[in-house]
C-alpha cells in the first residue's frame, strides 16, 4: 500500500471499489479445485486401480514436502530482502515441478502394480512447489479485504460446484479433465511468473517482530483455516446422503460472504466480521447441534460446521491477500507463514487419522475441537471489549482535558464537516509529511491521526496490528518532534 492513497477498503465512509472478474480467476479457481492437499481431490479417484495404495502416501508426502518448503521460505524471508530478479525463474521451477509431480502420480494411479516410493516422490515433488505457487498467486490476484472477499465467495461458488460435477465423472474420464484442470491452474504462473514489483514497498528485510504483527491480525481466521483443513483430512461427511457437505457448504459460504460485501456487513469490514459473523455462524452450529442423533436439525449441523470453518477460511485468504496488497511484509514470509500453518494441521489430521488410526470416528472430536475454538473466540471478544471499554475510559479523559482548550478537536472536524472542509485537512497532513520526511505508510496513519481515529481504530481499519500502529505513532512523533496528539493538532493546523 506504500505510495498510495487510503484505497476504499480501508476508508470506513467510502463505498467500496467495484469487483470485476477476469480470465486469471477462472484459473484461480482451477488451481484451488486441483490442489491434492484439498482431500475431496483425492477421493475424485477412489475407484482408480491403485487409489487405496497409493493415496494416503501421495498425500502424506505432499503435505510434508509443503510444510519443510514453507518453514523454510519464511525464515529466508524474514532473514533476507524479497528476491524480485529471481522469483520469476523460481515460479517457473515450481510450475514444473508440480505438474511433474501431479502427471506421475496420475500415471501411477492407473498401473498394474503399485509404486508406493514413486507415489513418494510425486507427492513430495509437488508438495515443495505448492508454497511458491500460492505465493505467486497471491501476488497476481492481491487486492483489499472487501474486494479480496469477493473473490474469495467466487472461487468459493465455483470450486464446489466443479467439485461435484468431478465426483459424478467415471475415472477413466475424470483423469484427462483432471489434467487439463491442472494446467489451467497454473498456465498463468507460467506466463506471468510473477506480478512485477509487487515486493518494491515491502522493506529490504522483515522488521523485528513482522511474524507477531502477521500471527496478530491473522490468528483467529488461520486457525479456522488449519481447523478446516485437519476436518477435512480426518474424514469426510456427506449432507443429507446426497452431496458432500464440503461442496453444499461451499455454495452457502459463498452466499454469506456476498451478503457480507454487499447487504450486512459494516467497515471496517474485518473487526465486524469476528464480532458478529464469526459469532452468529458459531451458535448456529451450537443450536443445531444439541439436537438429538438424527433428527433433521441434527443433520443440518453437519452444513452448519462446515460452514463456519468455511467462513473463516475465506476470511483467512482474504485477509493474506489484503496483507500481500499493502506491502507491509514480503508475500513469501506472509504466504509461507500461512501454508505452512495449513500444511501442518493437515498433516497432523493425516497422521492421526491414516498412520496412527486412533480412532474410527472423529465426528465427537470434531464436535469438541469447534466448541474449544468457539471458547477461543469467546475470549478474544470479551478481551477485545475490555481493551476498548479502557481506550474509551482514555478518550473521555482526553474529552474532558480537550473542553478546557479553546479550539477544534480532530474527531469534531471529522463528524461535522463536510467534504469541501475535509480536503485542506488532507491537504495540510500531506505537506506536514512531506516536510518532516514521512514515510508513505506514516503520512498514511498521519491522515488517521489528525482526524482523531485511535491506534485500535486504524489497525483494524488498515488490517495491521495495534503494535504495529503504535510503533508508526512513535515514529511520527519522533520526526515531528513532538510527544503528544495535542501538539499533533496543533502542527496541523498551522500547515
Known sequence: MAGRAIPSWAAGDQSPAPFALRPVHGALAA????????????????????ASALSDAFL???LLGALLVAVLMTVRGLQTSPQVRGDGILSRVAVAAYVVGIALFLV???????????????????????????????????????????LCGFVGVVVSFLGWVLSLLPVHLLAPVYGVLVLAGVVPLWVGARA?????GSPEAAPRGALRNLLSVTWLPLLGLAVFAFM??????????????????????????????????????????????????GAVFVVLGAFPAGTFPREVSVVALYLFYLVLAMLG?????????????SARVALGFGVGVVALAALVGCILSQ?????????????????????????????????????????????????????????????LVDLPVRVPLEARCAALAERFGLSPREAEILGYLARGFSPTYIAKD????????????????RKLGIGKREELIHLVDEE
Open 31 to 50: 488451481f484451488v479445485l486441483t490442489l491434492p492437499a484439498y482431500t475431496p481431490t483425492l477421493s475424485y479417484f477412489s475407484e482408480a486401480p491403485q
Open 60 to 62: 502424506f508426502a505432499l
Open 108 to 150: 501411477l494411479l492407473f498401473q498394474g502394480q503399485p509404486v508406493p516410493l514413486l507415489a513418494i516422490l510425486a507427492g513430495f515433488v509437488a508438495g515443495a512447489a505448492l508454497p511458491m505457487l500460492v505465493t505467486t498467486w497471491a501476488r497476481m490476484v492481491a487486492v483489499p479485504m472487501d474486494r479480496a472477499l469477493l
Open 196 to 200: 512485477p514489483g509487487i515486493d518494491a
Open 232 to 281: 477435512t483430512t480426518v474424514m469426510a461427511h456427506s449432507a443429507f446422503g446426497v452431496v458432500r457437505a464440503t461442496f453444499l457448504s461451499g455454495v452457502l459460504a459463498a452466499v454469506v460472504v456476498f451478503g457480507v460485501c454487499f447487504l450486512w456487513g459494516r467497515k471496517p469490514l474485518l473487526p465486524w466480521c469476528y464480532r458478529v459473523l464469526v459469532p452468529l455462524l
Open 317 to 329: 485468504c482474504a485477509l493474506f491477500l489484503a496483507v500481500v496488497h499493502a506491502r507491509e511484509l
Open 355 to 415: 498412520v496412527l488410526q486412533v480412532t474410527a470416528d472423529f465426528s465427537p472430536w470434531l464436535t469438541v475441537l469447534t466448541g474449544a475454538f468457539i471458547a477461543v473466540l469467546l475470549v478474544f471478544l470479551g478481551r477485545t471489549a475490555w481493551d476498548e471499554l479502557g481506550e474509551l475510559q482514555e478518550a473521555r479523559a482526553a474529552a474532558a482535558v480537550a473542553e478546557v482548550v479553546p479550539e477544534r478537536t480532530p474527531l469534531a472536524d471529522s463528524i
Open 462 to 477: 488498515l488490517v495491521l496490528s495495534v503494535s504495529t500502529v503504535r510503533t508508526h505513532v512513535r515514529n511520527i512523533y
